[in-house]
């Protein structure tokens, strides 16, 4: 799914507990996740959200962890199994075409993709899968740096997910990132 990827350096950089001052996973994800939950956090990288969300589902709940770069998915099982997570933990190694959620069809209750919708060549298809992965009242939190995706693009992307399935429930606000709740129709 992946037309220009994250180095897996930065992997690092975004995986540092000092990012924590300016993101809080928890504060950003609280109103959004419950225990027992399935979450797919979409490009986890090595696990800045994954870990945090982990912890939230509980012992009953799900993480699935997709990444194109396989060494980041090492990298995150290695920290999870570090924190004693990784029974909490399933991850996914995907490729350029496919999110590989074939498996997870109207399992998702939420879906998380932070910094990657600006990495896939094609958005529609991106959406589309996270829509089918999605139960009846599933939703996703995208959020974009705006360093890197302008407003115009970004609510182009934004565009795209409302053609595929997404309807705009709030848009957050996170320091430094464009951020919407989507919403799946039905």
């Not at 180095?7 to 225990?35: C, D, F, M, T």
């Not at 590989?100 to 529609?124: R, T």
Request: a positive charge; aromatic letters at 6%; proline letters at 4%.
């Amino acid at each position: 799914m992946s037309e220009h990827v994250c180095p897996v350096w930065v992997g690092y950089v975004l995986a540092s507990p000092v990012r924590k001052l300016l993101q809080n996973p928890h504060k950003i994800l609280k109103p959004y996740v419950n225990e027992a939950m399935t979450i797919a956090d979409i490009g986890c990288a090595m696990g800045f959200f994954s870990l945090p969300l982990a912890k939230m589902v509980g012992a009953n709940g799900r993480v699935v962890c997709v990444d194109i770069q396989e060494r980041m998915i090492r990298s995150l099982e290695k920290r999870a199994a570090k924190a004693g997570l990784s029974g909490r933990i399933e991850t996914i190694i995907c490729d350029q075409n496919s999110l590989s959620l074939g498996d997870f069809k109207e399992k998702i209750d939420f879906a998380l993709a932070i910094g990657v919708v600006h990495e896939v060549p094609d958005s529609a298809r991106f959406f589309s899968e996270i829509n089918e992965a999605l139960k009846p009242a599933g939703s996703v939190l995208m959020a974009e740096g705006k360093s890197f995706v302008s407003e115009t693009d970004f609510d182009r992307t934004v565009s795209i997910a409302e053609r595929n399935g997404f309807t705009v429930a709030e848009r957050p606000q996170i320091k430094r990132v464009r951020t919407v709740l989507l919403e799946k129709k039905y």
